[in-house]
């Protein structure tokens, strides 16, 4: 069954450090691929996608994704992390289906971030 | 609107009783879901509105839920006789067909 993992449920970082966070994901196909971000009482937001193409993929708010199809990974970066990153961070990919809205998310890694 | 609206934005009910939740999606979005977060489970898919079609409800965890879209647009998540377990954040996204999703600030369901 397609999965998505973060293996980091929490990650602290100083403002101006550089950000990585992990997503890993088992997919038979080339997957569609997601990262939002989730703030306290706030809905999801999404910060970027890859669907097919360039596997380096630019979002909002400075953040980076690159898509390795030999790690089956799909982490998030971001150079230089401010204040208002913190928040709770979620990838996702589709549920095995061609339905790209019926995802399947990984736990969510929280990132606070430290003055 | 410019946005996905949920209403209301909490709800503290008495075990048992039946609870209307409403999706307000972004006009002209075809595609609706509905997603439960709660601790412990993370974001799980509930259901799924496209056009006229039949609704996808494959994600719904027991007979107790059910929704309907009207119209095509709004949306209601009905859960009866709820239960503890059911305490959770009830998320509603749309989209239009196959790009990604835009959710609204969710519903915090708390069951006493």
């Known amino acids: 069954a397609q999965s998505v993992t973060q293996p980091d449920i929490h990650i602290t970082v100083s403002e101006g450090a550089s950000l990585e966070l992990r997503c890993n994901y088992s997919?038979?196909?080339?997957?569609?691929l997601f990262w939002y971000v989730q703030s306290p009482g706030q809905g999801l937001q999404l910060l970027l996608k890859y669907f097919s193409g360039d596997t380096l993929v630019q979002g909002i708010k400075g953040f980076e994704a690159e898509f390795k199809r030999s790690q089956s990974s799909f982490n998030l970066r971001k150079p230089s992390v401010h204040w208002s990153d913190a928040a709770e961070y979620f990838c996702a990919a589709p549920g095995g289906s061609s339905n790209t809205g019926k995802l399947i998310f990984g736990q969510g890694t929280t990132l606070q971030v430290k003055p | 609107g410019a946005g996905v609206s949920q209403s209301p934005s909490n709800k503290v009910t008495e075990k048992g009783k039946d609870v209307e939740l409403r999706c307000d999606p972004i006009s002209g979005h075809t595609a609706l879901y509905w997603y439960r977060q709660s601790l412990g489970q993370g974001l799980e898919f509930l259901i799924y509105f496209q056009g006229n079609s039949a609704p996808d409800k494959s994600g719904l965890p027991s007979d107790r839920f059910s929704a309907e879209r009207t119209g095509g647009s709004v949306s209601t998540l009905t859960i009866q006789r709820t239960q503890q377990e059911d305490s959770a954040v009830y998320l509603c996204a749309s989209s239009l067909a196959g790009t990604a999703l835009h959710f609204g600030n969710g519903t915090r369901l708390t069951v006493t």
């Open positions: 997919y038979g196909a080339t997957p569609y």
